[in-house]
């Protein structure tokens, strides 16, 4: 992709993660670009005082003389003013990810997919990348704490590491050498039928990546499998494939330790020929709650050896990790209770998220507002999330955020009020249970309630962040 041959970029979602992501990647490039969205926002505003122009409002009129190509956010379809300005004009038209996709054809690219928790290993993978030298690019779905344009690095190697979205099979468009798959659960229910089809397209991605394949150790019967010419299929977080086997397996939970606020875990070593002779590493300790992130944590490890880092690095790379924004990031505190920002939204994440703020808090009151996001995921999800708030001691359920252009008539019958009352038949229910209409009384209701040393999770996809960011102002 000849970036030096466009004169000028506009971009069509300039307040979306991923299209401020690409316009911040063109600027530090030296490409002119400009932007446009349909309302203000902290991301639009950030992108301003870089010095790019935002205009707020689609208009035919956004598009520079001299533009010469566009990239939009999916949800930007053909009858946008402004799409349809640039068809008249003949100006040529990328989605985000078609961008990205032609984008990684030029480099030695690390796709980083899953159903949970590629944005948090994409962050860590491009910590450790960047702290050892090897100054790659790096798109991720979140704002990392110390990056210059928070949610892309900027590096001058041949190296891109990616997140790679599983929504409308987005990551299918990327060109990787190596991907890694955290998890694959059913997720999306408006776009994947069922779980195998979900399966079916992590499976094509596998096949179109052109070296190494990383696979969740614990997901090994999902049969994820590499394409021709791939070197190998490897997993990570136990020994099968690997060359070095981090053991956190059938003995996890008591391998794990917690203090402070930190979990640690013992990294060991098995030969491939003595499988009874094992060999401690050394200690590897992260400041973020949950399993699950532990094993993200060493699926960035892997990755990093397989590109030749050393441990040494890896591991201070990961203990220096500080997390990212909405992924049970402490925003602050309200009246002696700490207040987290958690962008969870899939049964597992709350589950996982709440297992994980149990083993770090075990002695406080925990407090979840959960703002379900989109009623079909609700709805064929339903006895999952019924089942996801037992390690709450009080939960707060939110009126479901509906997502525009996600929302049909037929999905409209699920509401949080019937949710909240499977939740308190559920076999492990939180204590209490409340139902609120929408985020403003939600954010009452916490104002309410709260009490010193609680644990307060704002959870959700959609606009209930406002929540917690209210709460410390």
């Known amino acids: 992709m000849q970036l030096d041959s466009y004169c000028h970029v506009h971009c069509i979602g300039a307040g979306g993660i991923g299209i401020s992501g690409v316009m911040k990647f063109l600027l530090a490039k030296g490409i002119s670009v400009s932007g446009s969205d349909a309302k203000q926002s902290m991301t639009t505003d950030g992108l301003v005082h870089l010095g790019i122009s935002v205009s707020i409002g689609h208009d035919a009129a956004n598009i520079p003389p001299n533009t010469d190509l566009i990239v939009y956010t999916e949800a930007a379809t053909e009858e946008n003013v402004e799409r349809a300005a640039a068809k008249a004009r003949n100006i040529p038209q990328m989605g985000h990810f078609d961008f990205l996709g032609e984008l990684s054809k030029d480099y030695r690219t690390i796709c980083i997919t899953g159903t949970n928790g590629k944005s948090t290993t994409t962050a ?73 089809d979900v399966e079916a397209a992590f499976h094509r991605l596998g096949e179109q990546t052109s070296k190494t394949v990383f696979q969740n150790w ?25 060359p070095a086997f981090f053991h956190i397996g059938p003995l996890k939970k008591r391998l794990r330790t917690f203090h402070d606020g930190t979990q640690s875990l013992t990294l060991t070593a098995r030969t491939r020929k003595i499988f009874s002779t094992e060999k401690v590493l050394g200690e590897l300790a992260i400041h973020i709650p949950g399993e699950f992130n532990m094993m993200n944590a060493l699926g960035a490890m892997e990755i990093g050896l397989h590109y030749g880092i050393a441990l040494e690095g890896i591991v201070k790379s990961l203990e220096s990790f500080s997390g990212i924004w909405r992924r049970f990031e402490r ?6 209770a700490q207040i987290i920002s958690d962008y969870g939204h899939h049964p ?7 297992d994980g703020a149990r083993e770090f ?9 959960f703002e379900p996001h989109q009623h079909n995921r609700t709805k064929e999800l339903f006895a999952d999330f019924a089942g996801s708030f037992g390690d709450a001691d009080v939960l707060i359920l939110s009126e479901i955020y509906g997502v ?17 009352d499977a939740v308190l038949k559920s076999a492990h229910p939180p204590k209490e249970g409340f139902y609120v209409k929408d985020v403003i ?17 704002v959870m ?14």
């Open 404 to 420: 525009l252009g996600r929302t049909e008539e037929r999905d409209e019958s699920v509401s949080s009020k019937t949710l909240l």
């Open 124 to 196: 860590m993978t491009g910590k450790i990348f960047i702290d050892a030298g090897l100054d790659p690019t790096v798109f991720v779905g979140s704002i990392v704490p110390g990056w210059k344009y928070g949610n892309v690095a900027v590096g001058a190697s041949d190296i891109l590491i990616i997140e790679g979205d599983e929504y409308k099979r987005k990551m299918l468009k990327l060109h990787p050498e190596t991907t890694l798959i955290t998890n694959i659960e059913l997720d999306h229910t408006d776009i994947y039928k069922d779980l195998a």
């Open 348 to 354: 597992s994440a709350i589950k996982g998220t709440l």
């Open 460 to 473: 959700g996809a959609g606009d209930v962040d406002t929540v917690a960011r209210n709460l410390v102002r």
């Open 361 to 369: 808090f075990p002695a406080n009151r925990i407090v979840l507002l």
């Open 218 to 242: 614990f997901e090994q019967d999902r049969h994820i499998y590499c394409g021709e010419g791939t070197a190998s299929l490897r997993f990570f977080g136990m020994e099968l494939g690997t």
């Open 441 to 457: 009384d939600a954010e009452a209701k916490l104002r309410e309630m709260i009490q010193p040393n609680d644990v307060v999770i």
């Open 331 to 336: 925003v602050g505190s309200f009246n002696g």
